[in-house]
């Protein structure tokens, strides 16, 4: 990966790898017993169903964004073979991936919003609400094929004035997903 | 499973048979503190058993909660009428810690009604029974001054202090919570 630019059709092919992993992944998990779902390390931290949960509240961002773009600009923008990378979006991207060895870089604090807790809760519906989400990421990257995704922007969940370029709106939160399912497994093997 | 075996035991004797058929319509349903079992406006899905967790069923009111039951280990959980009637529910069911829910879909239920029929007869005494419950509360709110209705609640039910917050029972006894610590300070 680099700001220069990267093959558009092969960052779709590693974007929607990791779609289909954590689909698989998902539906395994679903099915653990639920005191394992619940489980907490800690009175105050999340159990997996809210991990899961905050993924819904943040990825929804942009898969409701991307869909949006996508209906509007269909056909406005030709596929470009070449994607170039947005300096926040990049940037937000590789803070996101775990490092590696494995280990996250960066710690961050949840805004409310994206805090189950805070909002609605989670349950055995997040899991499968989830999977619909990476479903909805995979038809949206299909859909992507055909556009250029330097040309399009939409609203990221860092704030209403920070837009993403297309591709960074795929790649940050399906990095952010990954990184999730570290603490995810972590939660699980507690 | 056992639990659900061991509920339905407590009112119709099951054949072995009649559990195969019965066991694999019911599944487990996990959720987080905070998370809504099931919200106003939504059609109820399931009926649920309770296998662990506090759950608490309330309607918003003048732009508050008012409480009007609670459901524990082993007790019924879920939004009864719109579950019966598919009509869009006018409770709250929230789950108010980590909670495990045994719950069946409707229609489930339904065609286990029609192909077991000791199912259906464990239907009208689960009906009855939270009939009686609702009566009973109905004439205690209607009949009780507020110190009756705190010592009937204690008498029933000792052990929601130690799992339901405060502020919810004082709701649930329709008592400001003022009012429900000066009560308890009494005792």
Redesign the interface.
Known sequence: MSRKGMDTARMIDELEATLRAQIARSKEIARL???Q??K?PEPNKW?A??VF?HMNLSSGIYTRGLRKAFERHAGAHPANPLFKPGRIGDFSTRAMLPRTDGQISWRMNTMRMFD??KQ??????SIARFIRLCEEFHALLEAARGTDLNRITVVSSLGPIIRFKAGDAFRFPIAHQTRHFLQIERLLRA | MDLVRRTIERYVPLRTDEWERIAPRWAEHAFSKGAAVCAVGQVEERFYIVKSGVQRLSFPHDGQDVCVGFAYDGSWCGEYASFISRRPARFDVVALTDSVLVGIGHDDLQRLYAEVPVMERFGRLIMEELLLGRATREIEQMSLSAEERYDRLMARSPHLLQLVPQKDIASYLRMTPETFSRLRRRH
């Open positions: 017993p639920s005191e779902l619940l907490r159990n169903l809210e949960e189950p807790p609605q809760g989670a349950s055995h519906e």
